[in-house]
């Protein structure tokens, strides 16, 4: 299973969105390999236009909704202040959708290099990142 970030989706729902991603979303849509959590949903339809929502909402029916149960709040909670510590900032959200890619033992698909940073410096080495 594929955790797809917010950043990878946005490029296949874009009309000229990378090519790579674009075949790389649609293979695991096509596979049954497709998830996404809350945050991912939430980012892309506050950040859509009316007249994206609901393609949006199409592409997203064809993958797995992945939970964010409370224990991961709060551990994003934690490494949100350790990382802040180090003097590294990185959107809470994204800490959420790492944090359930671990707990469901998903690689993550994604453009966003956040994800390298929390995984360099917190207790996730086995975060996997499919990073393009």
Known sequence: MTLIDTSAWIEFFRRKGDPAIKQWVARLISAGEAAYCCPVGFELKVGARPQELSAIETGL???TRLPVEPAIWDAAADRH???KQKGITVPSSDLLIALTAVQFRAS????????????????LPELRIDYR
């Open 81 to 83: 202040r350790h990382l």
């Open 108 to 123: 993550l698909l994604c453009r966003d290099q956040h994800f390298e940073l929390i995984r360099a410096n917190t207790d």
């Open 61 to 63: 029916s064809f993958a």
